[in-house]
């Protein structure tokens, strides 16, 4: 099991198809595809080399500290 992993981006956005839409979620993007789809919308993932490495920690930490940004920013949407 790998470690580390390239990752092109990672952010928090709304789901947009499929049975979750509208739903909160948080991609994360993982670069080095070697497939080359003529109709990709992400090419600039294809090569890894171009990405920084992240470990699963690094990423978990990420997902979490903007988790509660999120509710801090809620929380102050709502009640100031």
């Given at each position: 099991m790998?470690?580390d992993?390239?990752?092109?981006?990672?952010?928090?956005?709304l789901?947009?198809?499929?049975y979750?839409?509208?739903?909160?979620?948080?991609f994360?993007?993982?670069?080095?595809?070697?497939?080359?789809?003529v109709?990709?919308?992400?090419?600039?993932?294809w090569?890894?080399?171009n990405?920084?490495?992240?470990t699963?920690?690094?990423?978990?930490q990420l997902?979490?500290?903007w988790?509660?940004?999120?509710?801090?920013?809620?929380?102050r949407?709502?009640?100031?």
């Open positions: 790998y470690t992993y390239h990752v092109m981006e990672h952010f928090y956005t789901q947009g198809e499929g979750f839409t509208g739903q909160a979620a948080y994360i993007r993982l670069a080095g595809c070697d497939v080359g789809c109709w990709c919308d992400v090419k600039d993932s090569e890894q080399a990405h920084p490495k992240y699963v920690e690094t990423l978990q997902v979490k500290d988790c509660k940004n999120l509710r801090y920013y809620w929380w949407a709502l009640y100031v």
